[in-house]
Protein backbone atom coordinates (compact mmCIF):
# COMPACT_ATOMS: atom_id res chain seq x y z
CA UNK A 1 0.00 0.00 0.00
CA UNK A 2 3.01 2.37 1.15
CA UNK A 3 4.44 1.68 -2.98
CA UNK A 4 1.33 3.26 -4.61
CA UNK A 5 0.69 6.29 -2.33
CA UNK A 6 4.38 7.52 -3.26
CA UNK A 7 3.29 7.28 -6.57
CA UNK A 8 0.39 8.85 -6.43
CA UNK A 9 2.23 11.71 -4.50
CA UNK A 10 5.04 11.83 -7.15
CA UNK A 11 2.43 12.03 -9.96
CA UNK A 12 0.76 15.07 -8.16
CA UNK A 13 4.44 16.63 -7.56
CA UNK A 14 5.22 16.26 -11.10
CA UNK A 15 1.90 18.01 -12.35
CA UNK A 16 2.00 20.88 -10.05
CA UNK A 17 5.95 21.28 -11.22
CA UNK A 18 4.94 21.15 -14.67
CA UNK A 19 2.10 23.75 -14.21
CA UNK A 20 4.61 26.19 -12.57
CA UNK A 21 7.43 25.81 -15.30
CA UNK A 22 4.83 26.45 -18.07
CA UNK A 23 3.83 30.02 -16.45
CA UNK A 24 7.52 30.37 -15.43
CA UNK A 25 8.11 30.14 -19.00
CA UNK A 26 5.26 32.88 -19.91
CA UNK A 27 6.58 35.14 -17.62
CA UNK A 28 9.88 34.66 -18.82
CA UNK A 29 8.20 35.86 -22.36
CA UNK A 30 5.96 38.72 -20.88
CA UNK A 31 9.26 40.25 -19.17
CA UNK A 32 10.91 40.23 -22.48
CA UNK A 33 7.95 41.58 -24.48
CA UNK A 34 7.74 44.84 -21.75
CA UNK A 35 11.78 45.44 -22.00
CA UNK A 36 11.80 45.55 -25.67
CA UNK A 37 8.79 47.99 -24.96
CA UNK A 38 10.59 50.19 -22.63
CA UNK A 39 13.50 49.98 -24.60
CA UNK A 40 11.51 51.33 -27.89
CA UNK A 41 9.70 54.07 -25.60
CA UNK A 42 13.31 55.52 -24.67
CA UNK A 43 14.54 54.93 -28.23
CA UNK A 44 11.56 57.21 -29.19
CA UNK A 45 11.71 59.88 -26.80
CA UNK A 46 15.59 60.50 -28.00
CA UNK A 47 13.89 60.54 -31.77
CA UNK A 48 11.52 62.74 -30.52
CA UNK A 49 14.19 65.14 -28.49
CA UNK A 50 16.51 65.09 -31.53
CA UNK A 51 13.65 66.60 -33.54
CA UNK A 52 12.48 69.09 -31.19
CA UNK A 53 15.75 70.36 -31.38
CA UNK A 54 15.96 70.85 -35.30
CA UNK A 55 14.47 74.66 -36.82
CA UNK A 56 10.48 74.61 -37.70
CA UNK A 57 11.87 75.07 -41.56
CA UNK A 58 13.57 71.94 -41.66
CA UNK A 59 11.54 69.46 -40.32
CA UNK A 60 9.34 69.06 -43.62
CA UNK A 61 12.55 67.50 -44.76
CA UNK A 62 12.08 64.62 -42.82
CA UNK A 63 9.02 63.07 -43.84
CA UNK A 64 8.66 59.70 -44.63
CA UNK A 65 12.77 59.33 -43.14
CA UNK A 66 13.37 55.63 -41.62
CA UNK A 67 15.36 56.19 -38.29
CA UNK A 68 17.52 53.01 -36.48
CA UNK A 69 18.67 52.87 -32.82
CA UNK A 70 21.73 51.22 -34.19
CA UNK A 71 24.35 52.70 -36.83
CA UNK A 72 22.76 50.61 -39.60
CA UNK A 73 19.53 49.27 -40.64
CA UNK A 74 21.30 45.43 -40.06
CA UNK A 75 22.77 46.49 -36.53
CA UNK A 76 19.47 47.84 -35.18
CA UNK A 77 16.48 46.34 -32.98
CA UNK A 78 14.37 49.62 -33.68
CA UNK A 79 13.26 51.80 -36.64
CA UNK A 80 11.25 54.78 -36.15
CA UNK A 81 9.28 55.64 -39.42
CA UNK A 82 8.35 60.01 -39.61
CA UNK A 83 5.58 61.38 -40.97
CA UNK A 84 6.03 65.33 -40.81
CA UNK A 85 3.26 67.35 -42.43
CA UNK A 86 1.64 71.11 -42.71
CA UNK A 87 -1.89 70.70 -40.32
CA UNK A 88 -2.14 74.35 -40.59
CA UNK A 89 -0.79 78.10 -41.03
CA UNK A 90 2.45 77.87 -39.31
CA UNK A 91 1.76 74.32 -37.59
CA UNK A 92 3.36 71.18 -38.63
CA UNK A 93 2.64 67.63 -37.07
CA UNK A 94 5.06 64.94 -36.64
CA UNK A 95 4.28 61.77 -36.58
CA UNK A 96 6.92 58.35 -35.22
CA UNK A 97 5.94 55.02 -35.32
CA UNK A 98 8.75 52.58 -33.72
CA UNK A 99 8.66 48.95 -35.38
CA UNK A 100 10.72 45.99 -33.43
CA UNK A 101 12.73 44.72 -36.23
CA UNK A 102 13.21 41.51 -34.92
CA UNK A 103 9.39 40.39 -34.77
CA UNK A 104 7.92 43.32 -36.71
CA UNK A 105 5.64 44.65 -34.29
CA UNK A 106 4.84 48.24 -34.01
CA UNK A 107 5.85 48.96 -30.02
CA UNK A 108 4.97 52.57 -29.78
CA UNK A 109 3.57 55.45 -31.66
CA UNK A 110 3.42 59.34 -30.88
CA UNK A 111 1.81 62.84 -32.55
CA UNK A 112 2.89 65.76 -31.90
CA UNK A 113 2.73 69.24 -33.21
CA UNK A 114 4.82 72.19 -33.39
CA UNK A 115 4.36 75.55 -33.73
CA UNK A 116 6.82 78.36 -35.98
CA UNK A 117 6.62 80.79 -33.09
Known sequence: MTLIEVTIALAVVATVL???AG???QSITAV???R???EAGAFLQTVMEDLSAQPYTNLLSFNGNRIYDGAAASSSNYS???TVFT???DLIQVQAVVTDLQSGR???RIATLR???
Open 36 to 38: RTS
Open 32 to 34: KNA
Open 23 to 25: SFS
Open 80 to 82: ADL
Open 115 to 117: SNR
Open 106 to 108: ELC
Open 87 to 89: SSV
Open 18 to 20: LAS
